[in-house]
């Protein structure tokens, strides 16, 4: 058994849940077990969170001391936002106060708690309350000049210092953790089911939309002329050029992995999806998902989080025409923070995957980590899992403008630092580019994100398992200890794809 790390706090109790919240949720990405007492340990490495580096008076020993600085806390009772950042110790900070007397190379000199806090809880966009869909120019990276993983280097600054605490004392280093099967690294697959045309006449205003936005908004005659002869291909060998959901079980099976489908139910606005759950076709052309043993997951309208009972009603649709869903994203990642957790604690969701950029790859909040988001009003975590966005297909083709071959090298380059932090976000390819008609060369990026994830040591896997797996851990940490893994949340045991029984019924 790994051992724990003793932690003391000193600090106003008011703001010990938000302390204890910060430091189970970063020492549970770094896999290292910890426990609250009251008193250091007669022996062995501890944690001290202090306004001084003693203990009763005397010089602190065996520890490493971090820094509280009350005055950064004052900013959450008054609900307003920073209006700058500063560089503490070689680190982005946006409170910058420091405490005399700590060690620079052994200790942290500032309240990192605090920061880690208001990066995490999303701070400034639940006070600037700036609407429901976040894009990368009205974010505190963009309006701060913070890195986009910040909370990941405030992580690794804690747990460098521990790792050097444990050399001093001769003893072996934090042991790494582990994702399922041993992985150094995971990366939960999705696909937002956005599309699915009803007959040849929405093929054909797909194909012409599709052709436009390469010519006029691209720039890409390369890249209309390639959609235009995959279309022209889907067409003449029956094949479907635009849903794809069962060609994408069907490869996945072949390969071995499991990923999760989002599936809407509602459309209460323009940007919301073509098709209908409520129409039986429909219904049965996507109960392939199911069907083959892959997850089924709510994609949340447009508008489901301007009234909680919108989100709760889909929840209750999709449930009886295809099956309960335990994990959720919002379509086009709109959404109102605290509406949205409280609904899915409310609905049974025990997972989401909404916290993410549009218009940029990276972690939204800092953290490349799954985590419990925070309630304010209630001064605890939501039951929600939060697993980021980190990649999108949308993001990398239509924000970015990288042809295939040029978003190749981006996204190696993330699953890389990725691979280095033992990290995992979620990534969601949209079934319509499985056809060749959308963006092509785009299914085949997907493939090699499969199979490169895998060749360098990481899970390429469903989000059922990504949450069963953490909540297997949460109830070992103070914070978490009430989100047990339910029945209902077990991942199933992967069959061997031969065993599939894939229904690739036409639609």
């Known amino acids: 058994m790994n051992p724990t790390l003793p932690i003391v706090l000193v600090c106003d109790d008011r703001v010990v849940p938000k302390v204890r919240y910060v430091f189970d949720t970063l020492f549970m990405a770094a896999g290292i077990g910890v426990r609250y007492v009251d008193e250091p340990p007669r022996a062995g490495p501890w944690l001290l969170y202090a306004p001084q580096r003693q203990w009763q008076g005397k010089p602190v020993v065996d520890a490493v001391v971090v820094a509280h600085c009350p005055d950064a806390w004052s900013l959450f009772t008054e609900r307003r936002d920073v209006s700058a950042s500063a560089t503490v110790d070689g680190l982005a900070v946006v409170f910058a106060q420091r405490q005399a007397g700590f060690d620079v190379e052994a200790d942290v000199g500032f309240d990192i708690v605090a920061n880690v806090f208001y990066f995490l809880a999303s701070w400034s966009e639940r006070v600037q309350a700036r609407g429901s869909r976040q894009v990368f120019s009205d974010s505190v990276s963009s309006r701060l000049g913070t890195p986009q993983d910040i909370v990941d280097r405030y992580l690794e600054r ?23 099967t041993g992985a150094a690294y995971a990366v939960l697959l999705s696909h937002d089911v956005d599309f699915l045309p009803r007959g040849a006449a929405d093929i054909a205003w797909q194909g012409l939309k599709t052709a436009l936005r390469h010519l006029v908004r691209q720039r890409a005659p390369l890249d209309a002329w390639g959609a235009t002869v995959g279309l022209a291909r889907a067409c003449l060998t029956g094949v479907d050029p635009y849903g794809c959901v069962p060609q994408i079980i069907e490869h996945e099976a072949r390969l071995g992995v499991r990923s999760s489908f989002q599936v809407a139910v509602a459309r209460r606005h323009p940007h919301d999806v073509n098709y209908s759950i409520d129409d039986d076709d429909t219904r049965d052309y996507l109960r392939v998902i199911v069907d083959s043993g892959f997850e089924l997951c709510l994609h949340g309208s447009y508008r489901s989080t301007e009234n909680a009972q919108w989100y709760r009603d889909e929840v209750a649709l999709l449930t009886r025409r295809l099956g309960r869903p335990i994990g959720s994203r919002q379509h086009f990642l709109s959404f109102d923070y605290d509406t949205l957790f409280t609904a ?24 490349s980590f799954p985590y419990f988001p925070y309630s304010l009003d209630r001064d605890r975590p939501y039951s929600v899992l939060q697993i980021n966005l980190g990649l999108m297909d949308v993001t990398l083709r239509s924000y970015m403008g990288l042809a295939p071959a040029r978003a190749r090298p981006v996204v190696e380059e993330a699953l890389a630092d990725l691979h280095r932090k033992r990290g995992c976000i979620s990534l969601v390819w949209h079934p319509i580019v499985f056809g060749g008609a959308r963006d092509p060369g785009y299914d085949d990026l997907y493939w090699h994100i499969v199979e490169h994830v895998r060749a360098t040591g990481g899970i390429a896997t469903d989000g059922r398992t990504i949450n069963a797996h953490w909540r297997q851990r949460a109830p070992s940490y103070l914070s978490f200890s009430r989100f047990e893994l339910s029945a209902e949340d077990r991942a199933p045991a992967p069959r061997p794809p031969a065993a599939l029984d894939l229904a690739m019924g036409s639609h």
């Open 158 to 180: 804690l747990v460098d210092r521990l790792q050097r605490l444990n050399a001093r004392l001769g003893l072996p280093p934090w042991p790494a953790p582990t994702w399922p």
């Open 344 to 367: 899915q604690e409310q609905s049974g969701i025990a997972y989401d995957m909404s916290v993410g950029f549009p218009d940029r790859i990276g972690p939204r909040n800092g953290f």
